[in-house]
């Protein structure tokens, strides 16, 4: 069966990096877009960007552009989500999600169980 | 960037309604790449609806999906106790985005 497990909560002060990481299994971890995606407390979903593992390419919002980098470790089935100079409207899960086996011809059919991000001095 | 609207924020209803839930796009989606979610407190989200309409691996038939263009809808023909939750559309294209959310409630 299809899982992403990501990493545990963190808690990061204003101006620092985070990265999460989130493992797959039970598919072929290059053969699908993993996108990202956050939710601030109380808030809705906003995506950030994907990444093809095979190729290593990535699409980001242009919101996060500049700020956000996803990377990918094939021999592990592990993708990753680095965000820079965070601020405290950073505060959010952050998800990862499977997409299609395409660039853009699939939503997001498994998801992480989220990993919460605490931006706080 | 495609901006989606979400209409009504919240309904409120009785199990074994009807609930019609709305997504009006800035610009036109291509491809009918238009995705809904349900998510419940504290859960990921889970996927609901692929291409405006057809359902995603073992989502029962009372929730459908309709429209093209800039305007979809999703309908949940009766509610059941756990369908009350925040649903969310979103276009899958090349740069994809959510709408807000509506929260279907229990009346």
């Keep these: ?121 | 960037e495609i901006v989606l609207t979400q209409s009504p924020g919240t309904l409120s209803l009785s199990p074994g309604e009807r609930a019609t839930l709305s997504c009006r796009a800035s610009q036109s989606v291509s491809s009918s790449y238009l995705a809904w979610y349900q998510q419940k407190p504290g859960q990921a989200p889970r996927l609901l609806i692929y291409g405006a309409s057809s359902r995603a691996t073992g989502i029962p038939d009372r929730f459908s999906g309709s429209g093209s263009g800039t305007d979809f809808t999703l309908t949940i023909s009766r509610l059941e106790p756990e369908d009350f939750a925040v649903y969310y559309c979103q276009q899958y294209g090349s740069s994809p985005t959510f709408g807000g959310g509506t929260k279907v409630e229990i009346k």
Aim: glycine share 14%; hydrophobic share 30%; net charge positive.
């Design chain 1, 1 to 121: 069966q299809v899982q992403l497990v990501q990493s545990g909560a963190e808690v990061k002060k204003p101006g620092a990096s985070v990265k999460v990481s989130c493992k797959a299994s039970g598919y072929t971890f290059t053969g699908y877009y993993m996108h990202w995606v956050r939710q601030a407390p109380g808030q809705g979903l906003e995506w950030m960007g994907r990444i093809n593992p095979n190729s290593g390419g990535t699409n980001y919002a242009q919101k996060f552009q500049g700020r956000v980098t996803m990377t990918r470790d094939t021999s592990i089935s592990t993708a990753y989500m680095e965000l820079s100079r965070l601020r405290s409207d950073d505060t959010a899960v952050y998800y990862c999600a499977r997409g299609g086996t395409g660039y853009g011809d699939y939503p997001q059919d498994y998801w992480g169980q989220g990993t919460l991000v605490t931006v706080s001095s």
